[in-house]
């Protein structure tokens, strides 16, 4: 248990369907991260949340929108999505201190996705 | 960012001190050595972070050698459950703490 649970654990989609994953961080942290992790690739990483505020987006495609209506929620809206795009989705949260150059991620369990 | 190249697998038997070795040559100076475990269908754990000399913890020890050109995991007599993905990261110095997986090594501990 990392402090950080992710929902639905397995999720099963249609090209046409739209549907949201959901993360909670219970840590107090102020930053919150979307990965991707396909089969047999590295981790992706593909948004940033710092203090609510999106930082980062990785060239993803728009049919992934992610949420975060405050630190310690963060959603990814998923609509008109590809059967490349079946992977295991990750959340993470850390602490972000400025005088640090590195803090530890915490991670969830991830969500399985596949699109059929 | 620090570019990292480690094995991409290893094997290992039970009881074994096992060393993963990553090669990080454009590691900036404020830069930290983080490495993370990964277990087939979980997120990642981190396991031990340094920046130079050696670290120690009650899982694993990290060696970073003066010119922190590469760094070193060693865990210590691996058990069956020690099986799984490792990664070597190098510090983002933007604050924001990103983390760029490489492929990781993938460690097999054998009966």
């Known amino acids: 248990e990392t402090g950080v649970t992710q929902t639905p654990r397995h999720l099963v989609m249609g090209m046409t369907n739209k549907k949201s994953l959901k993360c909670e961080q219970h840590?107090?942290?102020?930053?919150m991260y979307w990965y991707k992790q396909s089969a047999k690739k590295p981790l992706e990483l593909m948004f940033v949340y710092n203090f609510k505020e999106q930082t980062e987006n990785n060239s993803v495609p728009s049919r992934f929108s992610p949420e975060c209506p405050n630190s310690s929620h963060l959603f990814l809206h998923l609509h008109t999505l590809q059967p490349e795009d079946s992977a295991l989705y990750l959340c993470a949260s850390s602490q972000v201190r400025v005088e640090d150059s590195y803090n530890e991620q915490f991670f969830g369990p991830g969500t399985r996705l596949t699109v059929l | 960012l620090a570019k990292t190249t480690q094995p991409i697998s290893m094997d290992s038997y039970e009881g074994q001190e096992v060393n993963i070795t990553c090669s990080h040559n454009n590691i900036a100076t404020n830069d930290y050595i983080t490495w993370y475990q990964q277990f087939p269908s979980q997120g990642p754990r981190f396991i031990i972070q340094g920046y130079k000399t050696k670290v120690t913890n009650e899982v694993a020890s990290l060696f970073i050698p003066a010119d922190r050109k590469s760094s070193t995991l060693s865990l210590p007599r691996v058990s069956l459950s020690d099986t799984a993905v490792y990664y070597c990261?190098?510090?983002?110095?933007?604050?924001?703490?990103?983390?760029?997986f490489g492929t990781g090594t993938r460690l097999t501990v054998i009966p």
């Open positions: 990261l190098g510090g983002d110095q933007t604050g924001a703490n990103n983390l760029f």
């Open positions: 840590l107090g942290h102020n930053a």
